[in-house]
């Protein structure tokens, strides 16, 4: 399984931004989906996460009702609305998968979010 993040950028705070994440390779195995961030000398950190069909999500505290996670499986992608960006929110955003039944975890390789003051 490859996967390739899209849509980071810079943005003004209060702004918006959709992030991507195409699959490709054996996309039949994928089950549960994320998105992770990182800055800067800190851990990667959960964002949000969504189940193989789409029909339960979870949310990071930081982001609960700003953030919204979605997949389309036909098109074997993940989206990550965000909304109401704040400075804090700048930071690597790196798309998961988990495969097999062994779930074994595969990464992109990230896309950049940046949130001006």
């Known amino acids: 399984v490859q996967l390739v993040e899209s849509g980071g950028g810079l943005v003004q705070a209060g702004g918006s931004l959709r992030l991507s994440c195409t699959a490709s390779g054996s996309t039949f195995s994928i089950t549960a989906m994320g998105w992770y961030r990182q800055t800067p000398g800190k851990q990667r950190e959960l964002v949000a996460t969504i189940t193989s069909g789409g029909g339960s999500t979870m949310y990071a505290d930081s982001v609960k009702g700003r953030f919204t996670i979605s997949r389309d499986n036909a098109k074997n992608t993940m989206y990550l609305q965000m909304n109401s960006l704040k400075p804090e929110d700048t930071a690597v955003y790196y798309c998961?998968?988990?495969?097999?039944?062994?779930?074994?975890?595969?990464w992109g390789k990230g896309t950049l979010v940046t949130v001006s003051s």
């Open positions: 998961k998968a988990e495969a097999g039944w062994v779930k074994r975890s595969y």
